[in-house]
């Protein structure tokens, strides 16, 4: 191997690790978004609370992940993670390969093994369409949470499905 080749291949290297670790990252914050969706979602529901706080919930947890310096955090921000929950709950089946991040939430909240083809996720089912589940495993190892973002303001489940399938493909 001469000079030229040891720098072209350390280059290669270089470049693929690195998008390897983007998209590693990218995974890990849309399973942190999708996590506090369900937080928060689990929270209004069965919190005691809950009545008390009404629409001021999502700004004072803001406030308080503000003081903790987490980012992407507001008030906005909350509400967009509880909406991919709700659009999203067929992702808990990333959450048996992912066991360290699974200790965190009440197993209860999340998961119950309906069959060996689906998921109940607290009674929400995969649309009326039987997909498949690694369709979306698929989708969230293809696509960034701001590509989410975009699928979650579709509210026909048969649209967002063709433009998951178009993300996946592209």
């Not at 040891?6 to 890990?28: C, D, M, Q, W, Y």
């Not at 200790?103 to 093994?113: F, H, K, Q, R, T």
């Not at 309906?114 to 989708?139: C, M, Q, V, W």
Request: aromatic share 14%.
């Amino acid at each position: 191997m001469d000079f030229n080749k040891l720098i072209l291949t350390l280059s290669e290297l270089n470049n693929e690790l690195k998008e390897h670790g983007i998209r590693a990252v990218n995974f890990s914050l849309t399973l942190r978004n999708w996590f506090f969706g369900l937080s928060i979602f689990e929270f209004e529901q069965k919190g005691k609370d809950r009545a008390e706080y009404g629409k001021a919930l999502l700004a004072r947890i803001a406030a308080e992940l503000k003081i903790r310096n987490i980012p992407n955090t507001d008030e906005r921000e909350l509400r967009r993670f509880r909406q991919f929950y709700l659009a999203y709950p067929m992702a808990a089946q990333f959450f048996n390969k992912n066991l360290p991040i699974r200790g965190l939430i009440n197993p209860d909240s999340y998961i119950s093994e309906k069959n060996s083809e689906a998921f109940l996720i607290r009674g929400i089912t995969n649309p009326e369409f039987n997909i498949p589940d690694h369709h979306y495993t698929k989708l969230f190892s293809a696509i960034s949470y701001s590509h989410f973002v975009e699928l979650i303001r579709i509210d026909e489940p048969l649209m967002r499905l063709f433009y998951e399938n178009e993300c996946v493909k592209n």
